[in-house]
């Protein structure tokens, strides 16, 4: 059973760099086909996915944030991590890491589909920007 | 980029009534990308429905999803005490795939 646990400083300085990881527990950042993404949310409000790593290494980064934020991984380690550069107090939330599982369905010749699931949570982390 | 809002805000029920939750999208979403996920206070969201209907492993069959294009639903047949719950449904039909969330429904005690 896969189990994901954040971790990280829970107080930033505005302008500084947060930077969050991610430990992967009876699962490998490299097998299969998962994503590994990183949500954010602000207290009180909803859900901001951030951004992925994929199993081979690929990223994507949410458009409202991709000049500052990179996710890498430490396959050795089976953690990937999360770097946001230049926070303010808008960047205060708790962080979340979550495994997406992609499942591709063949309806045909050249005709198919995927589902993503975002399945497996870690319990988040509260990170706060404040001088 | 696709936008997902959701109505209602807040849904005020009891316990036993049936709940109706519908997301719209800003574009066609492809049936297979469009998910469900229930948070509580102070714990992680859990995925509910995958792909507009099919239930996430353990997930009751109270819990049902339906929909196509632009519209969907996620309905509580009979809500349960433990179903008070913020909602929030989830798309991902971009290629690459990029996430977005609606903005979350919560299903109140009346």
């Known amino acids: 059973q896969v189990q994901l646990q954040e971790s990280g400083p829970g107080l930033v300085k505005p302008s500084e760099t947060l930077s969050l990881t991610c430990t992967v527990s009876?699962?490998?950042?490299?097998?299969?086909?998962?994503?590994w993404n990183w949500i954010r949310q602000p207290a009180g409000k909803g859900l901001e996915w951030v951004g992925y790593?994929?199993?081979?290494?690929?990223?994507n980064y949410s458009p409202s944030l991709k000049s500052r934020v990179s996710i890498s991984a430490a396959t050795s380690k089976n953690q990937f991590s999360l770097n946001l550069s230049s926070v303010t107090a808008a960047d205060t939330a708790v962080y979340y890491c979550a495994r997406v599982g992609r499942t591709t369905v063949t309806a045909g010749p050249d005709n198919y589909y995927h589902f993503y699931n975002m399945d497996v949570w870690g319990k988040g982390t509260t990170v706060t920007v404040s001088s | 980029e696709i936008v997902l809002t959701q109505s209602p805000g807040t849904l005020s029920l009891s316990p036993g009534e049936r709940a109706t939750l519908s997301c719209r999208a800003s574009?066609?979403?492809?049936?297979?990308?469009l998910s469900w996920f229930q948070q509580k206070p102070g714990q992680a969201p859990r995925l509910l429905i995958y792909?507009?209907?099919n239930r996430a492993t353990g997930i009751p069959d109270r819990f049902s999803g339906s929909g196509s294009g632009t519209d969907f639903t996620l309905t509580i047949s009979r809500l349960e005490p433990e179903d008070f719950a913020v909602y929030y449904c989830q798309q991902s039909a971009s290629s690459p795939p990029a996430f977005t969330f609606g903005p979350g429904t919560k299903v109140d005690l009346k």
């Open positions: 009876g699962g490998s950042v490299t097998r299969g086909s998962y994503f």
């Open positions: 792909g507009t209907s």
């Open positions: 574009q066609s979403v492809g049936s297979s990308y």
């Open positions: 790593i994929s199993y081979r290494g690929d990223t």
